[in-house]
C-alpha cells in the first residue's frame, strides 16, 4: 500500500494518543483514513468533540498509524504507507503531496518545494501550506529548510525539527 489522499470520510473520527520519543502525539482518524497528528500541548480544547477514544488494536487506521510511527521513530521506516485526509485546498494538498515526495534523509528548501508544484513564486504560498500541515512526521514538512539552509517554524517546535532530521541523518 502506498501514502493515498483518501477523498470520502467514512466512519465516526475517533483519537487515540501514543508515547513517542518527542513526546505524546494525538492521531485523529475514521474507519478509512488518518486525519490529523497533533503534538503535545498542541490538541485542540475539546478532544471529545473528535469522537471517542479508540483502541489501538481495534481500529485499523489508528493501529496503522501507530505502528508506523513507532517503527519511523526506531530507525525502522523511511516513508509511510497510510491513507490519509488532510483535508486542504487544492493548492495545499498539492503542496503536502509534494512533501511526501522529499525522500527520508534529504531536505528542500521551500522554493525547490514550489518550483516542484510548477509555481516557483509562490514560496510564501508553500510556507503557509506547510504551516497548516494537520499530519506532520507522516506528511513531512520538516524536512524543508530555509534558503540559507537554516531550521524555520515547525508546529513542534524547532527542537522537534531537529530531533526528527537528525533521526534521519541529515543533521549530525
Given at each position: 500500500?502506498?501514502?493515498?489522499?483518501?477523498?470520502?470520510?467514512?466512519?465516526?473520527?475517533?483519537?487515540?494518543?501514543?508515547?513517542?520519543?518527542?513526546?505524546?502525539?494525538t492521531?485523529?482518524?475514521?474507519?478509512?483514513?488518518?486525519?490529523?497528528?497533533?503534538?503535545?500541548?498542541?490538541?485542540?480544547?475539546i478532544?471529545?468533540?473528535?469522537?471517542?477514544?479508540?483502541?489501538?488494536?481495534?481500529?485499523?487506521v489508528?493501529?496503522?498509524?501507530?505502528?508506523?510511527?513507532?517503527?519511523?521513530?526506531?530507525?525502522?521506516?523511511?516513508?509511510?504507507?497510510?491513507?490519509?485526509?488532510?483535508?486542504?485546498?487544492?493548492?495545499?494538498?498539492?503542496?503536502?503531496?509534494?512533501?511526501?515526495?522529499?525522500?527520508?534523509?534529504?531536505?528542500?528548501?521551500?522554493?525547490?518545494?514550489?518550483?516542484?508544484?510548477?509555481?516557483?513564486?509562490?514560496?510564501?504560498?508553500?510556507?503557509?501550506?506547510?504551516?497548516?500541515?494537520?499530519?506532520?512526521?507522516?506528511?513531512?514538512?520538516?524536512?524543508?529548510?530555509?534558503?540559507?539552509?537554516?531550521?524555520?517554524?515547525?508546529?513542534?517546535?524547532?527542537?522537534?525539527?531537529?530531533?526528527?532530521?537528525?533521526l534521519?541523518?541529515?543533521?549530525?
Amino acid at each position: 500500500m502506498t501514502t493515498v489522499f483518501v477523498a470520502q470520510p467514512a466512519g465516526q473520527v475517533r483519537h487515540a494518543r501514543i508515547d513517542s520519543p518527542i513526546g505524546e502525539l494525538t492521531l485523529l482518524a475514521d474507519d478509512a483514513a488518518l486525519l490529523k497528528v497533533c503534538f503535545a500541548g498542541a490538541v485542540e480544547p475539546i478532544v471529545g468533540a473528535w469522537g471517542p477514544r479508540a483502541e489501538l488494536a481495534q481500529h485499523p487506521v489508528l493501529g496503522a498509524a501507530a505502528a508506523q510511527l513507532s517503527e519511523y521513530f526506531a530507525g525502522e521506516r523511511t516513508a509511510f504507507t497510510l491513507p490519509l485526509r488532510p483535508g486542504g485546498t487544492p493548492f495545499q494538498e498539492a503542496a503536502w503531496q509534494a512533501l511526501i515526495g522529499i525522500p527520508y534523509g534529504q531536505t528542500r528548501s521551500y522554493a525547490a518545494q514550489a518550483a516542484a508544484l510548477g509555481r516557483p513564486t509562490a514560496v510564501r504560498a508553500v510556507g503557509g501550506a506547510n504551516n497548516r500541515n494537520p499530519l506532520p512526521i507522516v506528511i513531512p514538512c520538516h524536512r524543508v529548510l530555509g534558503a540559507s539552509g537554516a531550521l524555520t517554524g515547525y508546529a513542534g517546535g524547532l527542537p522537534v525539527k531537529e530531533f526528527l532530521l537528525r533521526l534521519e541523518g541529515v543533521l549530525l
